[in-house]
């Protein structure tokens, strides 16, 4: 687990709860127990009682103490479904059928505060959850974009062991234009700003480092960062910068006349487009043996999270740890 | 034209809260009509209630357009 062990303990601190929709895959279930039994949440599992005690009774899971809701019978149906009617304009029969679905339902459950988080994905596609996410609980304020990021854990950088940085996008926006740009890196420096430990330091990053080589490209991450300051105004968000000017203070000092606070010692690094986010977490995990823990979905009014259909156990307890240290 | 596709248009309009003149047999919801793709669970849920039938979420994932959405209906009937 290792830097995850913080999350831990700051979720235990927190006394949040986490809606489980998967509630019938013996992953999930077994995630709730370790998740309920040191402390880290209250799991509440979706799905009908009788199927999850049955996977539960099979694996020897214990499900004492664990919540379990039905939506299509929870005595919370209504509640949701007339929510969900009026945020959205539509007939109480269709958003009754809406809320019938086990990550529509989480999802209500977050909106409404009855649950502080959502972690889900096992059986369903990311686009699935950001689609719940979406119409359930909304965007945060000023934002209009899902987006994902990974925290990753170098186990050395420039003299400091376990140095945590944020990358963005690396799992869900191909080719973003300028304005989803800058929610990816708003949204980006948010979730630095309560993961990392420390302040926020974000940067666009691009082959160009402020002007030193003009194109489109180079065009769409300064339009990105232009859109960023009139929303983010004072926030530590700077651009365009070269990998290196962003992350080593020596190469920044030299590359940029008026470095700020960003340069040389970002700590968020916004890729501009998901080719280069992808590539840049892999070779960070493999080349400098780095921890990759993600992908978190962002952008969300309250935390949501996708999981990947391979996830452990111990994936899911980890995912809602950090969610409700989000929280 | 089919019952169903007269229906289909009508619960996309009520949907989208568009013009159903606006809508014909080839229109896409995204790109022809300004659905945002978050929404296409909001179209199928309304098809759903519209002709009582239940959608199983993998194969609505492939309704774009009132073609598809007519013919994925009209298999379930």
Sequence with gaps: MGFTSRFIDQAKARSGSVVLPEGTDVRIIQAARQIKDEGIADPILLGPAEEIQAVAAQDGVSLDGIRMIDPKTSDKLEDYTQGYAQNRELSPNVARRMVKRSLFYGGMMVASGDASTMVAGVAHATATVIQAGALTVGYAPGIQTASSFFLMVIPEFQGQRDKPFIYADCAVNIAPTPPELADIALASHASGEKLLGEPARTALLSFSTRGSASHEHIDKVTEALAIVKQRGAGLDIDGELQADAAIIPAVGAKKVMQPGPVVGNANVLIFPDLDAGNIAYKLTQYMANAQAIGPFLQGFAKPISDLSRGASAQDVVATTSICIAMT | ?77
């Design chain 2, 1 to 77: 034209m089919s019952d169903t596709a007269e229906r289909v248009k009508k619960v996309v309009a009520e949907t989208l809260k568009i013009d159903a003149s606006m809508i014909n047999d080839g229109s896409k919801f995204v790109e022809d009509l300004g659905a945002e793709s978050i929404q296409s669970v909001e179209l199928v849920a309304a098809f759903e209630e519209e002709f009582d039938i239940e959608m199983d979420e993998q194969g609505a994932l492939g309704v774009k357009d009132v073609g598809t959405a007519v013919a994925f209906i009209e298999k379930h009937l």
